[in-house]
């Protein structure tokens, strides 16, 4: 079974770049048709899906998001990671990384616990 972890600082400030890694285990992230993703929920509000990255290294993120993501890989360490620069208070959130095995979500059937991120100075 695939599982997900994710892993980064908790206390970010202001302006600063917000960067988060995605550990999976059991699974390969160059298996083709696997998406991987990232997406965030501020608290009290709904999930908003931030990016992603296919199995084949391509991306793809939420347009119109201020502080701008990157998203990229590395398959030696089964690991994907998340970059947000500039960032803001209103980035605080609780960050999630998820599997869909077959594209784009939001089928995403494999999630990491999720780790709460804090934009504070």
């Known amino acids: 079974q695939v599982q997900l972890q994710e892993s980064g600082p908790g206390l970010v400030k202001p302006s600063q770049t917000l960067s988060l890694t995605c550990t999976v285990s059991g699974g390969s992230i160059t298996t083709t048709k696997n998406y991987w993703s990232w997406i965030r929920q501020p608290s009290g509000k709904g999930l908003e899906w931030i990016g992603a990255i296919s199995y084949d290294g391509t991306t793809y993120y939420r347009p119109s998001l201020k502080s701008h993501p990157s998203i990229s890989r590395d398959p030696s360490k089964n690991q994907f990671s998340l970059q947000l620069s500039s960032v803001a208070p209103e980035d605080t959130a609780v960050y999630y990384c998820?599997?869909?095995?077959?594209?784009?979500?939001?089928?995403?059937?494999?999630w990491g616990q999720g780790t709460r991120v804090t934009v504070s100075s």
């Open positions: 998820a599997r869909d095995p077959g594209g784009l979500g939001p089928n995403w059937g494999s």
